[in-house]
């Protein structure tokens, strides 16, 4: 898939295109994934992951979060602050209580669970419009992301060089663009998992 000048058709057509997967495919891309994910050194070595809760036909990670408190670690998805706030991480169980944000996410109701920042996620399981073998990234276009992990990129003046957070995109193979022309402010990624395998950014 070429990557399209206009960022919001480009976007438009490849959550179409991820919406209209059979739910049996997937199941079984979702697994996929995650089986990739795990055998990841990042997920391996990881106590402390933040997850997502999938939506708008997104690929789902809840059964690597399922499996990550399984194996003991603590799993998190993202709470919604502001519009040009960065996001809050509140730990998620199986049975967690849920609410829609005024975007029509799930997000647990803020409670007794803890509440913690960003930099103190060791892996990020990172939810993604569109990717490319580089793993740069098109998310929804709020820049929550960017803007909540801007202290992993050189380019910011927040940027942290012992920061131990990994940040690794969830998606499937199609939503997979031949080149994306990064901006300065994008937060570039570890990896990204697909049902395929695991991409990761060339160094140079």
């Known amino acids: 898939m070429e990557t399209s000048p206009n960022l919001k058709e480009l976007r438009n057509s490849i959550r179409t295109a991820r919406r ?39 690929a789902d990670p809840r059964c690597v979060m399922n499996q990550a408190i399984e194996d003991g670690k603590q799993v998190f998805v993202p709470l919604m602050q502001g519009k040009t706030e960065p996001l809050l991480f509140i730990e998620w169980f199986p049975d967690i209580q849920l609410r829609l944000n005024r975007f ?3 997000e647990p109701l803020p409670s007794e669970n803890a509440i913690v920042p960003a930099t103190s996620l060791e892996l990020v399981i990172t939810p993604l419009v569109a990717f490319d073998a580089e793993c740069n990234r098109i998310g929804v276009g709020g820049g929550f992301y960017d803007r909540t992990f801007e202290f992993l990129n050189p380019e910011n003046e927040h940027f942290h060089l012992s920061s131990g957070t990994a940040m690794i995109g969830f998606a499937f193979e199609l939503q997979k ?16 998992a697909t049902e395929v395998g695991v991409y990761r950014p060339r160094v140079v």
């Open 177 to 192: 663009l031949d080149e994306i022309d990064a901006k300065s402010w994008d937060v570039g990624l570890t990896g990204v």
């Open 20 to 58: 209209s997967v059979a739910d049996p495919l997937r199941m079984q891309w979702n697994e996929q994934i995650a089986a990739h994910l795990f055998e990841t050194k990042e997920y391996q070595a990881s106590r402390r992951i933040a997850g997502f809760l999938a939506f708008d036909g997104e």
């Open 104 to 106: 029509g996410i799930e």
